[in-house]
């Protein structure tokens, strides 16, 4: 299943720069997508999400960008932290089908001091 | 704040052995998941549950697991005759009513030998 996908298994980014984490999709129907932040042998903690009928939302330093017609999300961090480094998965959900998660395989930024 | 909480952390069992992981979901929340990730792969959705039934499951879910939710505030994943490949972290998650992002619980760590 393929559905989401993360290309890039890792990013390296210096402390106070923009990451970008970039995020593909293939169905078209997914109306709702999520970023999660996840650390080793701990749960995915909720970040940020958009629904498909909005292209970015905001919050602090974190920004989701919705780009449907090319079916790619992606999530800036300005300025990065050393405490953002963590895994980061996209998922995306068919709300009204019970909204069950479809993750990516996960991006794991480092932000070097 | 509110979270989802998972006991065992832990388990160790031997193969065709019984064992259930238990979640106590956010309490207002209504629509319930399971997810599991095998180590080095991706999230993967196992099963949805809401209004005391099944909304939704995976291939993966198959004869050999079932959920319940006993009371007002557990619920429970029971693999009944656990095979070495459901070693994984199983991850609980919940989600309030009109709300699109899923809150994830710390995970069981399940190791079978």
Redesign the interface.
Known sequence: DQQVKQNSPSLSVQEGRISILNCDYTNSMFD?F?W?KKYP??????LI?I?SIKDKNEDGRFTVFLNKSAKHLSLHIVPSQPGDSAVY?C?A?L?N??????????TELSVKP | EPEVTQTPSHQVTQMGQEVILRCVPISNHLYFYWYRQILGQKVEFLVSFYNNEISEKSEIFDDQFSVERPDGSNFTLKIRSTKLEDSAMYFCASRGRGAGEQYFGPGTRLTVT
Do not use: D, M, R, V
């Not at chain 1, 089908?97 to 996960?106: A, H, R, S, Y």
């Open positions: 709702y999520l999660y042998a701990e749960g995915p903690t909720f999400s629904s998965f998922a959900s709300y089908q019970g909204g069950k998660l479809i993750f990516g395989q996960g």
